[in-house]
Nanobody
Framework: QVQLVESLGGSVQSGGSLRLSCAAS????????MGWYRQAPGKQRELVAT???????NYTDSLKGRFTISRDNAKNTVYLQMNSLKPEDTAVYYC?????????WGQGTQVTVSS
């Protein structure tokens, strides 16, 4: 099974930026879809953004314009650039990869935004 390893998140002040990365143990080109999800304390895990093998992206409406998902097939890595962060963006962020063979999740990384 493919392993996904997220970079360390971090703590930033409101308005700051962070970039998360998700490195796969194998070729990400084998995945039909990769994405980022997040789970805030006491809430369900929610979609942040997805990107297809062909590079088509999809975002949760409330995050459009602030978050950008991208992928580097040569590095087997998917990125999430987060700008203009708000305290409500505080959550554990998870990377997900989906293929015909199944779904893999990363271990999650904490992002904390202070006001």
């Amino acid at each position: 099974q493919v392993q996904l390893v997220e970079s360390l998140g971090g703590s930033v002040q409101s308005g700051g930026s962070l970039r998360l990365s998700c490195a796969a143990s194998g070729s990400i080109f084998s995945f039909n879809l990769m994405g980022w999800y997040r789970q805030a304390p006491g809430k369900q895990r929610e979609l942040v953004a997805t990107i297809t093998r062909g590079g088509n992206t999809n975002y949760t409406d409330s995050l459009k314009g602030r978050f950008t998902i991208s992928r580097d097939n040569a590095k087997n890595t998917v990125y999430l650039q987060m700008n203009s962060l708000k305290p409500e963006d505080t959550a554990v962020y998870y990377c997900k990869a989906a293929s015909i063979g199944g779904v893999s999740w990363g271990q999650g990384t904490q992002v904390t935004v202070s006001s």
